[in-house]
């Protein structure tokens, strides 16, 4: 799922080069290195199609995560004509 960068020499620019980078289409780039040779920040993290409740190379079951059916609060009892600072509402 994630990517360490890997650097190379490059004795013409006399400088660090990523090397090897992996596909742009499967894998996001995230941050960057200061320092090549010691890469700490910057990876590669793999772009999931679906959705990951789905994904079964990621999921151990279907849905790891817990549903719930959500209901609109009661309405009654409020009063129509205050808004929410307590001001008449003016048409």
Known sequence: MIVKPKYKE???????REVDA?????????????????PL???????????LEDATDIMSKPSEFECYDLKR???RGASSGLSLFGSKKKD
């Open 10 to 16: 490059d004795l013409r620019l006399g400088c660090h």
């Open 22 to 38: 992996p596909n742009t289409v499967l894998f996001e780039e995230l941050g960057w290195d200061r320092d090549p040779m010691n």
């Open 41 to 51: 920040e910057k990876h590669y993290r793999r772009f999931v199609m679906n959705e």
């Open 73 to 75: 609060g009661q309405t």
